[in-house]
């Protein structure tokens, strides 16, 4: 079956840049979306990816995607400490459904 | 607009008890969906509403769960006889027709068995 992976734990200083590494197993993956958790709180969506797309930018977000590797990055310029909380990627496996299959999740910590 | 919501926000109950989750979707996003997340974990996909269609039971881990939804409203997830295994936070998501059928989630509601 599908399988998504993130690394669990990434720290920065305040003003690096973050990036927030994900890779997936299934190729015909159509969309691929980054999701934001606060503790406690629900998800936020941030960004998403649609598969024919190599990168997509957003503000202080910026989307790569590589196909081959079947890898997608997550980078965040100017990383503030309200950046911390967990990073979620997402894939939806095919244009015939709606649901995602999501990674474990990447803890960000800024340190000020 | 609102988003979506959850009820109750926390529950607690004793294992062999039923409980009911509720979800009310967006308003005009057809399709709604079901997630657990385990402490530590990522999300675990349960079922998928998605208009009249039938609905995408393969994330249900056992028989005692089920899920019902009327319409393009609201969503209730059943457990039956809980067990201490089924703590985790219950999400549900809803979204809107388009192409990237982008999911916005609610917050959750955090069932605790005891």
């Known amino acids: 079956g599908e399988d998504v992976e993130q690394s669990l734990f990434l720290s920065v200083r305040e003003g690096d840049s973050s990036v927030i590494n994900c890779t997936y197993t299934?190729?015909?993956?159509?969309?691929l979306y980054w999701y934001k958790q606060e503790p406690g709180a629900g998800l936020q969506l941030l960004t998403y990816?649609?598969?024919?797309?190599d990168m997509k930018q957003d503000q202080r977000l910026t989307v790569l995607l590589n196909k081959k590797d079947k890898h997608l990055s997550l980078r965040i310029a100017d990383t503030q400490t309200g950046d911390s909380a967990i990073y979620f990627c997402?894939?939806?496996?095919?244009?015939?459904?709606?649901?995602?299959?999501f990674g474990q999740g990447t803890t960000l910590q800024v340190k000020p | 607009g609102a988003g979506v919501s959850q009820s109750p926000s926390n529950k607690v109950t004793e294992k062999g008890k039923d409980v009911e989750l509720r979800c009310d979707p967006i308003?005009?996003?057809?399709?709604l969906y079901w997630y657990r997340q385990r402490l530590g974990q990522g999300l675990e996909f349960l079922i998928y509403?998605?208009?009249?269609?039938?609905?995408?039971k393969s994330g249900l881990p056992s028989d005692r769960f089920s899920a019902e939804r009327t319409g393009e409203s609201v969503s209730t997830l059943t457990i039956q006889r809980t067990q201490q295994e089924d703590s985790a936070v219950y999400l549900c998501?809803?979204?809107?027709?388009?192409?990237?059928?982008?999911?916005?989630f609610g917050p959750g509601t955090r069932l605790t068995v005891t």
């Open positions: 998501a809803s979204s809107s027709p388009h192409a990237s059928r982008e999911q916005y």
């Open positions: 509403f998605q208009g009249n269609s039938a609905p995408d």
């Open positions: 299934d190729s015909s993956s159509t969309y």
């Open positions: 308003s005009g996003h057809t399709a």
């Open positions: 990816i649609f598969s024919n797309m």
């Open positions: 997402a894939l939806r496996a095919s244009s015939n459904t709606g649901k995602l299959i």
